[in-house]
C-alpha cells in the first residue's frame, strides 16, 4: 500500500525532470554552436619551405596582417586574396594566396574569432611551409604560393564519420540512404542557386545550405558549403564528388546510413548528424524539408 502523498510527488518530479531534460538539451545544442573545436591541418610539402628571413616569408606576413584588419572579410565570411608586395620591385614578384571562410551560419565576432585562432595555430603546425591548410569548426583558413581562385581541391578532402550504425537498427536501412542522398542533392541545388537572404545587394548564390527532416520517428540535420570562389556549377561538382568519393564513410554497408558524417575540403564540404550543428536563425536557406 502507497499513500496518495507518494504519488503526487512522483506526478510532480516526472514533469520537473522532462524540464530540466530539455534545458540540458537546449545547453549542450547551444554549446555546441558555440564550439569551435580544431578539426584538421595539412602542410603541402610539395610547394616546399621558406625561410625565416625570406622575401615570402615577409609577404605572407603582410598578407596576413592586411587580413585581420579586413572587416568586411569578418562580416561577409569569405576572402580570397592575390596579395604581393608593390614596393618590392621585382621581374617576377612574389605572391602569396590566402583562402579564408567562415562556416554559412558563423559571421562577424564568431568569424573573427575563429581566424585568430587558426592564425597562429597553422604556423605552430606548420612552420616555413609555403602552403597549408587548417580547419575548425567555423572555419578554414589557407595560405598557398600557387593560385588556388576557381580551382576544385580534391587533394586535401578527408572525412570523419560520427558513429557507425548499430546492425540491428531498424532505422538504418537502404531506403534512408536513397532518401538522405536524395535530400541532400536537393540541399546542393538550393545552396548553388538560392542567394545569401541576410545579405542585401548580392545576387551571387550563397554556396552553402542547411536544414532538416524527419526520417521515421529521427530528424536529420544536413549542411553543404563551397568557397565562395567557386562558381555554382563547380560548386556542384565538387559536392557530387566527394559524395561519390566518401560513401563509405557515411554508408555502413550493408545497413545503411550511419548516425553521422563530415566531408570536409578545400573547395567545398558536408556534415549531417541527428542532432542540429549550426544555428538556424543565422543559417541562409535554412529549410525544414
Not at 616569408?57 to 585581420?68: A, C, F, R
Not at 537498427?169 to 542557386?193: G, Q
Request: glycine residues 4%.
Amino acid at each position: 500500500m502507497y499513500s496518495s502523498f507518494s504519488v503526487s510527488k512522483r506526478l510532480i518530479l516526472v514533469p520537473i525532470l522532462v524540464m530540466v531534460a530539455q534545458v540540458l538539451l537546449m545547453r549542450s545544442v547551444s554549446s555546441l554552436n558555440m564550439n569551435n573545436a580544431f578539426v584538421y591541418h595539412k602542410c603541402s610539402a610539395n610547394q616546399g619551405k621558406y625561410k625565416p628571413e625570406s622575401h615570402y616569408k615577409k609577404v605572407l606576413d603582410s598578407g596576413i596582417q592586411e587580413l585581420s584588419k579586413d572587416k568586411e572579410a569578418f562580416r561577409g565570411g569569405f576572402v580570397y586574396m592575390d596579395h604581393t608586395d608593390i614596393k618590392e620591385v621585382r621581374f617576377e614578384p612574389e605572391r602569396v594566396y590566402i583562402t579564408f571562410q567562415c562556416r554559412g551560419d558563423i559571421y562577424g565576432p564568431q568569424c573573427r574569432s575563429c581566424f585568430a585562432t587558426a592564425r597562429p595555430e597553422l604556423f605552430k603546425r606548420c612552420p616555413r611551409d609555403k602552403g597549408a591548410i587548417i580547419w575548425y569548426d567555423h572555419c578554414l583558413l589557407e595560405f598557398s604560393s600557387i593560385s588556388t581562385s576557381g580551382k576544385i581541391n580534391y587533394d586535401d578532402n578527408f572525412c570523419i564519420d560520427t558513429a557507425r550504425a548499430r546492425p540491428n537498427a531498424k532505422t538504418h536501412t537502404r531506403d534512408e540512404v536513397l532518401e538522405f542522398l536524395t535530400l541532400f542533392d536537393n540541399l546542393t541545388s538550393i545552396a548553388v542557386t538560392k542567394r545569401n537572404n541576410f545579405v542585401k545587394d548580392v545576387e551571387k548564390p550563397a554556396l552553402y545550405a542547411a536544414g532538416e527532416k524527419r526520417f521515421g520517428n529521427k530528424k536529420i540535420y544536413v549542411m553543404v558549403q563551397c568557397t565562395k570562389d567557386l562558381t555554382p556549377k563547380a560548386c556542384m561538382e565538387c559536392v557530387r564528388h566527394n559524395v561519390v568519393q566518401f560513401q563509405n564513410c557515411y554508408e555502413n554497408k550493408p545497413v545503411g546510413l550511419k548516425i553521422g558524417a563530415r566531408v570536409f575540403g578545400r573547395s567545398c564540404n558536408f556534415r549531417f548528424e541527428r542532432y542540429p550543428f549550426v544555428n538556424a536563425k543565422t543559417s541562409p536557406n535554412y529549410l525544414k524539408f
